[in-house]
């Protein structure tokens, strides 16, 4: 008997506004296939997303993906970690029970000794309140961009807060982070 594996279409329909906080010391660790099936997750990931870890394991990533989020987020993830480069950016996670919370995530690939990509791995901890303050309303523009032009409505919309910031999305990330 095979079982089903979990997906975003799986998650609850019920988000409520309800936000946990990851510990200052707490690290979220997850790892994934190439297709973002989740291979691996430790205690604190099951705890702050509601599933089991019998319910993430094979399940895919974007069982915990939040509405919130713009779907550029992710493209520019992607992007960039199947180009064997890291990725750092604020993400929105959706938990089981509709709640949500904010993490500071890293992820990168992992490679075989040819250099093959055979897996993922995303390392997450508390994003400080101050980023999320700068970041959620951005999201926010992004996403309401994606419902009427799609991606590229929300690239733009990105390119041009970075270009009157004159900044990058890599300094943004990092300077939020600092609490600059
Ligand atoms: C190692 C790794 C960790 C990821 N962690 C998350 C995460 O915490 N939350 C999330 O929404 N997506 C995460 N993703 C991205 C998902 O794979 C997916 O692209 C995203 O949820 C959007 O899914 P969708 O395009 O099917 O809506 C991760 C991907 C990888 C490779």
């Known amino acids: 008997m095979s079982l089903k594996k979990l997906s975003k279409l799986d998650a609850t329909k019920n988000i409520i506004n309800k936000e946990t906080k ?8 997850s790892k994934t ?4 099936n989740i291979i691996y997750c430790n205690e604190i990931f099951t705890k702050m997303a509601g ?9 895919n990533h974007n ?25 750092f950016g604020y993400v929105k996670n959706l938990s089981k029970d509709g709640g949500f919370y904010w993490v500071f995530t890293y992820i990168t690939a992992d490679l075989d ?6 897996s993922y791995t995303s390392v ?8 999320i303050d700068t970041i959620a309303p951005i999201y926010k523009l992004l996403v ?21 910031n004159d900044t ?3 300094e943004l990330v990092i300077n939020l982070q600092k609490g600059v």
């Open 124 to 131: 997450r901890r508390k994003a400080p309140q101050s980023a």
């Open 168 to 170: 990058t999305y890599e």
């Open 51 to 59: 599933y089991s870890a019998s319910e993430l394991i094979g399940a």
């Open 63 to 87: 069982l915990i993906r939040h509405p919130d989020m713009p779907r550029l987020a992710f493209k520019v993830a992607w992007d960039l970690i199947k180009n064997k480069k890291e990725f």
């Open 22 to 29: 990851l510990s200052e010391n707490d690290f979220i660790i």
């Open 113 to 118: 000794l040819n250099g093959k990509i055979i």
């Open 144 to 164: 309401d961009a994606e419902k009427k032009g799609g991606i590229d409505a929300s690239a733009k919309i990105l390119n041009s807060y970075l270009q009157e």
């Open 33 to 36: 296939d190439t297709k973002g």
